[in-house]
Protein backbone atom coordinates (compact mmCIF):
# COMPACT_ATOMS: atom_id res chain seq x y z
CA UNK A 1 0.00 0.00 0.00
CA UNK A 2 1.23 3.34 -0.87
CA UNK A 3 2.12 5.30 2.43
CA UNK A 4 1.92 9.39 3.01
CA UNK A 5 3.73 10.94 5.42
CA UNK A 6 3.33 14.97 5.58
CA UNK A 7 5.24 17.51 7.30
CA UNK A 8 6.43 21.41 7.63
CA UNK A 9 3.47 22.65 9.51
CA UNK A 10 3.85 24.72 12.72
CA UNK A 11 2.77 27.99 13.90
CA UNK A 12 2.60 31.35 11.81
CA UNK A 13 1.40 34.78 12.11
CA UNK A 14 -1.24 35.74 9.93
CA UNK A 15 -0.04 37.07 6.25
CA UNK A 16 3.07 34.60 6.94
CA UNK A 17 4.04 31.44 4.50
CA UNK A 18 4.27 27.67 4.99
CA UNK A 19 5.51 25.17 2.64
CA UNK A 20 3.55 21.75 3.60
CA UNK A 21 5.49 18.65 2.19
CA UNK A 22 3.67 14.93 1.59
CA UNK A 23 6.30 12.00 1.34
CA UNK A 24 5.31 9.28 -0.85
CA UNK A 25 6.34 5.83 -0.61
CA UNK A 26 6.76 3.25 -3.66
CA UNK A 27 7.96 3.83 -7.71
CA UNK A 28 4.48 4.41 -8.88
CA UNK A 29 4.35 8.02 -7.52
CA UNK A 30 3.03 9.54 -11.06
CA UNK A 31 0.24 6.74 -11.46
CA UNK A 32 -1.71 8.86 -8.44
CA UNK A 33 -3.45 11.92 -8.68
CA UNK A 34 -2.54 14.36 -5.35
CA UNK A 35 -4.46 16.75 -3.02
CA UNK A 36 -4.70 18.68 0.28
CA UNK A 37 -7.71 18.45 2.61
CA UNK A 38 -7.70 20.23 5.65
CA UNK A 39 -9.83 19.49 8.88
CA UNK A 40 -10.68 22.21 12.19
CA UNK A 41 -11.83 21.29 15.12
CA UNK A 42 -15.74 19.78 14.65
CA UNK A 43 -15.38 20.80 10.86
CA UNK A 44 -15.85 18.70 7.92
CA UNK A 45 -12.69 17.73 5.94
CA UNK A 46 -11.99 20.18 3.95
CA UNK A 47 -10.83 20.24 0.21
CA UNK A 48 -8.09 22.32 -0.55
CA UNK A 49 -6.41 21.73 -3.87
CA UNK A 50 -5.28 19.07 -5.99
CA UNK A 51 -3.31 17.89 -8.62
CA UNK A 52 -3.26 15.62 -11.75
CA UNK A 53 -0.91 12.73 -11.83
CA UNK A 54 0.33 14.21 -15.00
CA UNK A 55 1.13 17.27 -12.67
CA UNK A 56 -0.30 19.46 -16.19
CA UNK A 57 -3.67 19.87 -14.33
CA UNK A 58 -4.68 21.89 -10.95
CA UNK A 59 -7.79 22.77 -8.95
CA UNK A 60 -8.22 24.92 -5.82
CA UNK A 61 -11.09 25.69 -3.50
CA UNK A 62 -12.34 29.23 -3.79
CA UNK A 63 -11.46 30.02 -0.27
CA UNK A 64 -7.33 29.83 -0.84
CA UNK A 65 -7.27 30.28 -4.39
CA UNK A 66 -4.59 33.03 -5.59
CA UNK A 67 -3.29 32.24 -2.03
CA UNK A 68 -1.48 28.31 -2.37
CA UNK A 69 -0.07 26.43 -4.51
CA UNK A 70 -0.15 22.79 -5.19
CA UNK A 71 2.88 21.03 -6.87
CA UNK A 72 4.73 17.77 -7.21
CA UNK A 73 8.31 16.48 -7.97
CA UNK A 74 8.25 13.16 -9.35
CA UNK A 75 12.35 12.42 -8.90
CA UNK A 76 11.08 12.41 -5.02
CA UNK A 77 7.61 11.36 -4.73
CA UNK A 78 6.75 14.75 -3.35
CA UNK A 79 4.00 16.74 -3.40
CA UNK A 80 3.90 19.75 -1.69
CA UNK A 81 1.25 23.00 -0.79
CA UNK A 82 3.03 26.53 -0.57
CA UNK A 83 0.77 28.16 1.73
CA UNK A 84 0.95 32.35 1.46
CA UNK A 85 -1.23 35.20 3.32
CA UNK A 86 -1.92 32.68 5.82
CA UNK A 87 -5.21 34.12 8.28
CA UNK A 88 -6.52 32.56 11.25
CA UNK A 89 -9.36 30.80 9.30
CA UNK A 90 -6.57 28.50 7.81
CA UNK A 91 -6.09 27.01 11.30
CA UNK A 92 -6.15 23.41 10.96
CA UNK A 93 -4.88 19.85 10.30
CA UNK A 94 -3.77 19.86 6.88
CA UNK A 95 -3.64 15.87 5.45
CA UNK A 96 -2.11 14.64 2.11
CA UNK A 97 -4.71 11.98 -0.09
CA UNK A 98 -3.50 10.18 -3.12
CA UNK A 99 -5.66 8.60 -5.43
CA UNK A 100 -5.54 6.10 -8.38
CA UNK A 101 -8.85 6.41 -9.54
CA UNK A 102 -10.79 9.41 -10.34
CA UNK A 103 -9.77 12.67 -9.65
CA UNK A 104 -12.26 14.95 -7.58
CA UNK A 105 -12.70 16.94 -4.77
CA UNK A 106 -14.18 14.94 -2.31
CA UNK A 107 -12.08 13.28 0.47
CA UNK A 108 -13.93 9.67 -0.10
CA UNK A 109 -12.73 9.73 -3.78
CA UNK A 110 -8.89 9.34 -2.46
CA UNK A 111 -7.47 5.75 -1.27
CA UNK A 112 -4.56 7.12 0.73
CA UNK A 113 -4.01 9.49 3.35
CA UNK A 114 -1.58 10.76 5.25
CA UNK A 115 -1.49 11.34 9.11
CA UNK A 116 -1.39 15.22 9.03
CA UNK A 117 0.27 18.13 10.29
CA UNK A 118 -0.53 20.95 12.41
CA UNK A 119 -0.91 24.48 10.73
CA UNK A 120 -1.82 27.25 13.44
CA UNK A 121 -2.01 31.01 12.23
CA UNK A 122 -2.02 33.20 15.39
CA UNK A 123 -0.95 36.96 16.18
Known amino acids: QVQLVESGGGLVQPGGSLNLTCAASGRTFSAYAMAWFRQAPGNEREFVARISASGTSTYYADSVKGRFTISRDYAKNTAYLQMNGLSPEDTAVYYC????????????????WGQGTQVTVSS
Open 97 to 112: GATSGWWGSRADQYTY
